[in-house]
């Protein structure tokens, strides 16, 4: 439940799933300048209840994310909720020119059972998946690594990808 507002129901799309007290978008995984969310530091509005600013919640990315197990019921099934699965799905999404699954883990990484049904959902579709890995060094999230899972081209792009651990800082 979601402090002072029930449960967010404000999206045509999601039929009769909702959040339910999933906040997993909101404790860091997903990266946002806006509200200086990344791995390990939660969006300052999120609380044990939910979005402590629903009703006035930013329009990007708040409003409009929606991950894969919201948007798309009659393909993730119910056990793929962030908050159970421990990753966060979003389709159609676009990566160097490949149309992906993307999937961001609500940790240091994707729990093996989750990523063994990621990889065969994306077999079966014939879609390449980009997983994430957060990176912890001393306890502290300190970047992240792509991993790539589909056709060799795909996978070798991935591996040769620029990522911000490839990134010396001044």
Known sequence: MLAGTGVINDNTRMDDRDCAGCTACCEGWLTSTELSMQPGKAC???????????????????????????????????DMRPDRCGAILMFDRKWNGWSIVKAVPTGACIPANTLEWLMAFAREKKIPLLFQENLVLDGQYTGIRNRGYGPPAFVEHVKRAIGPEDIMRM
Request: include cysteine.
């Open 44 to 78: 300052t509005h999120c609380t044990p209840r939910g979005c402590a600013i629903y009703a006035s919640r930013p329009e990007i990315p708040c409003r409009k994310f929606k991950c894969a197990w919201l948007a798309d019921r009659d393909v993730i099934p119910e």
